[in-house]
């Protein structure tokens, strides 16, 4: 069994499993609480004497902390080494350039995409202009026209257009 309470905390629960003891012990309460308050402090007994919560161990809770040794602090800074901290180091500066190229590929892509939209944009009007000039200047003319002389101008701009095709 590994330790998963800290040493305030297996205090705490001792002190209380002994209150609750003496409580049980000498009767000052009645009833099924006798027992309730009995199990209840030797249960605190043992956790606070061994320092393993089974409950803890399933909700993986561990209160220990660290001890504050000064030989505990120069063992963690035995571990780490200079390379330990070189690779960090570069490893941080990789980081800078794969993000810097990224931003790079990112307004690359995003101009292209704007100069494509641009393009898309330009023979899309172009087609509109097309059609907008010839629908004006037939509609004008069919017009000024009586309705026999429309139906001749209308066959002929039919003709034409269907001969374009």
């Known amino acids: 069994m590994c330790?998963?309470?800290?040493?305030?905390?297996?205090?705490?629960?001792?002190?209380?499993?002994?209150?609750?003891?003496?409580?049980?012990?000498?009767?000052?309460?009645?009833?099924?609480?006798?027992?309730?308050?009995?199990?209840?402090?030797?249960?605190?007994?043992?956790?606070?004497?061994?320092?393993?919560?089974?409950?803890?161990s399933l909700l993986r809770i561990n209160t220990c902390n660290i001890e504050n040794d000064s030989n505990s602090t120069h063992k963690?800074?035995?571990?780490?080494?200079?390379?330990?901290?070189?690779?960090?180091?570069?490893?941080?500066?990789?980081?800078?350039?794969?993000?810097?190229?990224?931003?790079?590929?990112?307004?690359l892509s995003a101009s292209l995409y704007e100069k494509k939209d641009n393009a898309v944009k330009k023979q899309n009007s172009k087609k509109v202009v097309k059609k907008t000039k010839k629908k004006p200047a037939v509609k004008k003319v069919v017009k000024s026209l009586t309705t026999k002389a429309k139906k001749k101008v209308v066959k002929k701009t039919v003709k034409k257009v269907s001969k374009k095709k």
């Open 76 to 107: 963690a800074m035995d571990v780490v080494t200079k390379n330990d901290i070189e690779n960090a180091i570069k490893s941080d500066s990789d980081l800078k350039e794969v993000l810097a190229e990224e931003e790079k590929a990112s307004a």
């Open 3 to 56: 330790v998963n309470i800290g040493k305030y905390e297996r205090l705490f629960r001792i002190v209380i499993g002994l209150i609750l003891l003496i409580v049980s012990i000498a009767k000052l309460v009645s009833g099924a609480w006798i027992w309730i308050t009995f199990l209840l402090s030797v249960m605190l007994l043992l956790t606070g004497i061994f320092g393993w919560c089974g409950l803890y």
